[in-house]
């Protein structure tokens, strides 16, 4: 009897062992969520339905789509932060594109349309329209670049990389959040080693290693989301990120949100 007894004693204490060291498991692979801190506003025009938000030579440029709200226009140009206008560049047909993500890189400005798998390119200085591309997935989504690549988003997990001169596909890359396909990539961010991402439909920002695609932390926006429908109850879901490399700052809005929020992270 002893001996049985002692036999259960070990089984329930390598248990116990065992079921404490899977929940730290658990614990240690979950994706922390990354403090985010307020650092100012500026005004954003409600009309403009955002696809892209990115610095560019110390200006904040947009790219907004035209869908069937009348007053939405499928176009990218400079902001103004003191009064929300955008200085238009390039300008779509609207019965003909949607507009998508834009980036630049080496003198050029690329453009991605929504369901017409066709992409666009421009000289960066006149904004002159110099070569059309194939899009290589349904749908275009996001731009950013790593100052090598083109890294386009789709609406699914899977980030491609283009060629700038070629425009061919070089490599895919699949983000994941423990060990899941993160869907529902939107606009795209590059900065240090990391692509931050807006997940659609959400108030989620998720920092992705672009070595691997693993998400490596999340933000949670939702209260700065809460804050521009307060102040414009038409402003839709978040979407544009833009990196302030001398403020070491994020610029985070939304479509047809009021404001451009300054954040942290």
Same mark, same amino acid.
């Given at each position: 009897?002893?001996?049985?007894?002692?036999?259960?004693?070990?089984?329930?204490?390598?248990?116990?062992?065992?079921? %404490?060291?899977?929940?730290?498991?658990?614990?240690?692979? #979950?994706?922390?969520?990354?403090?985010?801190?307020?650092?100012?506003?500026?005004?954003?025009?409600?009309?403009?339905?955002?696809?892209?938000?990115?610095?560019?030579? +110390?200006?904040?440029?947009?790219?907004?789509?035209?869908?069937?709200? =009348?007053?939405?226009?499928?176009?990218?140009?400079?902001?103004?932060?003191?009064?929300?206008?955008?200085?238009?560049?390039?300008?779509?047909?609207?019965?003909?594109?949607?507009?998508?993500?834009?980036?630049?890189?080496?003198?050029?400005?690329?453009?991605?349309?929504?369901?017409?798998?066709?992409?666009?390119?421009?000289?960066?200085?006149?904004?002159?329209?110099?070569?059309?591309?194939?899009? =290589?997935?349904?749908?275009?989504? +996001?731009?950013?670049?790593?100052?090598?690549? !083109?890294?386009?988003?789709?609406?699914?997990?899977?980030?491609?990389?283009?060629?700038?001169?070629?425009?061919?596909?070089?490599?895919?890359? !699949?983000?994941?959040?423990?060990?899941?396909?993160?869907?529902?990539?939107?606009?795209?961010?590059?900065?240090?080693?990391?692509?931050?991402? %807006? !997940?659609?439909?959400?108030?989620?920002?998720?920092?992705?290693?672009?070595?691997?695609?693993?998400?490596?932390?999340?933000?949670?926006?939702?209260?700065?989301?809460?804050?521009?429908? #307060?102040?414009? =109850?038409?402003?839709?879901?978040?979407?544009?990120?833009?990196?302030?490399?001398?403020?070491?700052?994020?610029?985070?809005?939304?479509?047809?949100? =009021?404001?451009?929020?300054?954040?942290?992270?």
């Amino acid at each position: 009897m002893n001996k049985l007894i002692h036999f259960l004693f070990l089984a329930t204490l390598l248990f116990g062992c065992s079921k %404490n060291t899977s929940e730290k498991d658990t614990t240690e692979e #979950s994706v922390p969520l990354l403090h985010v801190s307020y650092a100012g506003e500026y005004p954003h025009d409600t009309n403009a339905f955002t696809e892209g938000l990115l610095f560019h030579q +110390g200006e904040l440029f947009e790219s907004t789509g035209a869908t069937d709200l =009348p007053q939405t226009r499928s176009l990218f140009g400079t902001i103004d932060l003191n009064t929300g206008a955008i200085d238009v560049k390039v300008e779509l047909d609207r019965e003909q594109y949607f507009g998508e993500g834009i980036t630049f890189l080496n003198g050029r400005v690329y453009q991605l349309t929504y369901q017409s798998q066709k992409g666009f390119v421009y000289d960066d200085s006149t904004y002159e329209q110099i070569q059309e591309f194939s899009i =290589p997935s349904e749908e275009g989504w +996001g731009l950013t670049t790593d100052g090598t690549s !083109i890294i386009m988003s789709d609406g699914t997990a899977q980030l491609t990389y283009l060629d700038p001169v070629s425009l061919a596909v070089t490599k895919n890359l !699949i983000v994941k959040e423990e060990y899941f396909s993160k869907e529902n990539l939107n606009e795209l961010e590059y900065v240090n080693g990391f692509i931050y991402a %807006n !997940i659609w439909m959400t108030n989620e920002i998720v920092k992705i290693d672009a070595k691997d695609g693993n998400v490596v932390g999340k933000m949670d926006l939702t209260s700065y989301a809460t804050d521009a429908k #307060s102040t414009f =109850p038409n402003s839709m879901e978040m979407n544009g990120i833009a990196y302030h490399p001398e403020r070491k700052s994020f610029f985070i809005t939304g479509k047809l949100w =009021p404001k451009i929020y300054e954040v942290r992270f």
